[in-house]
């Protein structure tokens, strides 16, 4: 499967913004999928993940309710909205999959070297 991540861009504090991951090449419901990010000088981590049911989700401990993964089959994309954003939240964002379905949401976020597939990243810079 290759990943296209896009929608970055420049927010205020305390804004919005959706992010967005098309998948191509397979369909999103054979994998567990995720969103990552990478700031300068720091290791990637997950942020939202997605089990192969769509109840299971994890979110980072620290993000409180802030952010939201999401999914749409049909048109075999990936979503994190995020709200309430904070300048620590600036990083590139990535979206990544793996074909385990037997991963939980939790195992995938907490693990980014099993991520399978990775997408190209899109850039967020929280500022005023």
């Known amino acids: 499967v290759q990943l296209q991540a896009s929608g970055g861009g420049l927010v205020q504090p305390g804004g919005s913004l959706k992010i967005s991951c098309l998948a191509s090449g397979n369909t999103l419901d054979h994998y567990v999928i995720g969103w990552f990010r990478q700031a300068p000088g720091k290791e990637r981590k997950g942020v939202a993940c997605?089990?192969?049911?769509?109840?299971?989700?994890d979110y980072e401990d620290s993000l409180a309710g802030r952010f939201t993964i999401s999914r749409d089959l049909a048109k075999n994309m990936v979503y994190l909205q995020m709200d309430k954003v904070k300048p620590e939240d600036s990083a590139v964002y990535y979206c990544?999959?793996?074909?385990?379905?037997?991963?939980?949401?939790?195992?995938?976020?907490?693990?980014?070297?099993?991520?399978?597939?990775w997408g190209k990243g899109t850039q967020v810079t929280v500022s005023s």
């Open positions: 997605m089990g192969n049911r769509e109840v299971d989700t």
């Open positions: 990544g999959v793996s074909p385990r379905t037997d991963y939980s949401a939790f195992f995938f976020c907490a693990r980014p070297y099993i991520v399978d597939s």
